[in-house]
């Protein structure tokens, strides 16, 4: 799987990219709605070989954003989403954005309307369980850990508060969807503290080749830094059908 640009990013990020790409598979000639599109990476990879647009608040992450290919870039955020019409999308992607928004049951009904039915909702999200590994073992915050235990939100510098939630949380705040599939992402990388070594693109594939092995076993899916969660749109309620 070829991944255009991956050596631009920090040597963590591509392969948080790499791995949650490979998990989404090839996807050819489909709608797609990246909500919190960031520097746009992942649109304008998706965007080679489909109809991609992307949503993102920041005007500062827009200014940089990866564009070799043609896909629509919003500034915005919800609003934007109550912009279009019922079942737009074929995929949804909602990567490292929940745990920064207040409107998050807003957000998750708002994808299930334009969601196709079949469509897929795509989230990353943090794992409350593998940041208190990294404050214990990477960082020596012990206090920040308890804080973790104790269910309290921790800060994220470039962001602001990271309001963690349950992979669960996802279907309390919209009944119907269904989790077809959970990712773990990132369960070896961080415990490697030789930079350097984080930096060799040979080393840099085995650790994708045995973060992928181990992606789908729960063991190491409870220590993994981030979840990645597929969801499903497999019927529209009644309720829903006007």
């Given amino acids: 799987m070829t991944i255009p640009n991956l050596d631009k990013l920090h040597p963590w990020e591509a392969l948080l990219k790499k791995i949650a790409l490979s998990q989404l598979g090839n996807i050819n000639g489909l709608k797609i709605l990246d909500f919190g599109s960031g520097n746009g990476f992942t649109a304008n990879y998706f965007a080679q ?39 737009s999308f074929d995929i949804i992607l909602c990567h490292n ?22 469509g897929k909702l795509s989230v990353i999200k943090h794992n409350r369980h593998g940041r208190v ?9 012990f206090e920040k850990a308890h804080m973790l235990l104790d269910g ?36 070896f990388w961080d415990l490697q503290q030789n930079q350097e070594i984080q930096k060799d693109t040979e080393w840099q594939d085995k650790m994708v080749d045995i973060e992928m092995r181990v992606a789908k076993m729960k063991e190491f899916q409870d220590i993994a830094f981030f979840h990645h969660l597929i969801l499903m749109k497999e019927f529209i309620p009644l309720n829903r059908i006007i």
């Fill in 49 to 87: 070989n489909n109809d991609v647009i992307a949503i993102e608040p920041s005007e500062d992450a827009v200014k940089d954003r990866f564009s070799d290919n043609n896909y629509q870039q919003i500034v915005g955020s919800i609003d934007e989403l109550r912009k279009m019409e019922d079942e």
């Fill in 97 to 118: 954005v929940l745990e920064y928004a207040d409107n998050r049951e807003s957000i998750i009904n708002e994808f299930y309307r334009l969601l196709k039915l079949d």
């Fill in 133 to 141: 590994m990294q404050m214990v073992v990477l960082l020596n915050d």
């Fill in 152 to 187: 309290k939100d921790s800060t994220a510098s470039k962001y602001g508060t990271i309001h963690y939630y349950r992979d669960i949380d996802l279907i309390s705040w919209c009944k119907d969807f269904n989790i077809s599939e959970t990712y773990g992402i990132r369960s």
